[in-house]
């Protein structure tokens, strides 16, 4: 099959972006809000009972907790970089802090499956308690949005190797690595809620 | 050793790392106007408050906010 580029002139190119940008802009506050939703439900639930945990429920390990989002705090930080080296037109940089930020990503997730592991072998499940179902239903749904924005930076990672992206534009990256901050701020909620929160 | 407090140290070191790499990164950003820019600088403050709320769990001084009244 035939592909055509589509050549645009710079202005066109800047207006097409900046409204692809708000479009992206109302899909992460349209994500703000299936979480607050969340977030509320949990807060709801939490003050209608007189313990929290409730008796004979494991609670998710709290330093465990805090090295996990370190660790997806860091990816923030790396993603921010490599755009950064990518708009200064320093590939191998780039390259080498999208692989970081992907691999913190992985880590991540492989660090909620551990805190998974380690919960239901002590027998907080998700029909078990409304501890357990609040807890796997909010720290569930964002690892859903950390393992599609790995997918998105591995996808955009491979674009940018194929060239898809100039110095000029790149919005696939910019979308990627809003999406990727808004996975962050997002953990800052929930670690607070759902681990600090006393 | 135990492994709360290497937890704790490791938590700790990895907060002010990646806590002053948002803030720098976010001085840098502070000139820039685009919209992107300007999400980007909320998101980087709000990294850095987390890596805050991390530290404050290292040395223990989080959990420590009473939830609201029971019952």
């Known amino acids: 099959m035939a592909t ?7 202005a066109t190119y800047q207006e097409v972006r900046d409204q692809r940008l708000l479009g992206f802009l109302f899909f992460l506050i349209s994500d703000v809000i299936v979480f607050s939703s969340f977030i ?3 807060i709801y639930l939490r003050s209608t009972v007189m313990a929290w ?3 004979g429920i494991e609670p998710a390990a709290l330093y465990m907790a805090g090295v996990n989002s370190i660790v997806l705090f860091g990816s923030g930080a790396t993603m921010h970089y490599a755009m ?5 037109g320093d590939k191998r940089k780039f390259v080498g802090f999208m692989i970081a930020t992907i691999i913190l990503g992985i880590g991540f997730l492989s660090g909620q499956a551990f805190e998974y592991f380690n919960l239901l072998h002590a027998g907080t499940t998700w029909p078990s308690s409304i501890y357990g179902a609040s807890f796997f239903t909010l720290t569930g749904l964002h690892g859903f949005h950390v393992f599609i924005g790995v997918i998105y930076l591995i996808t955009v990672l491979i674009q940018a190797q194929k060239g898809v992206y100039t110095q000029q534009r790149y919005f696939g990256l910019t979308a990627g690595a809003l999406y990727w901050h808004f996975v962050d ?3 800052v909620a929930l670690f607070s809620l759902l681990y600090v929160w006393k | 050793m135990d492994i709360d407090v290497i937890l ?4 700790f070191v990895g907060a002010v790392v990646v806590g002053l790499s948002a803030l720098q990164s976010l001085v840098a950003e502070w000139p820039k106007k685009g919209l992107d820019d300007h999400v980007t600088k909320i998101m980087l403050a709000l990294l850095a408050l987390g890596c805050v709320s991390v530290i404050f769990v290292a040395f223990g001084i989080f ?3 009473a939830g609201p009244t029971k019952g």
Request: hydrophobic share 45%; charged share 20%.
């Open chain 1, 4 to 10: 055509h580029a589509i050549t645009v002139d710079d």
């Open chain 1, 84 to 88: 950064e080296f990518f708009k200064h």
């Open chain 1, 40 to 42: 509320y439900g949990y």
């Open chain 2, 63 to 65: 959990p420590g906010i």
């Open chain 2, 8 to 11: 704790r140290v490791i938590a």
């Open chain 1, 53 to 55: 945990p409730p008796p």
């Open chain 1, 185 to 187: 701020v997002i953990w």
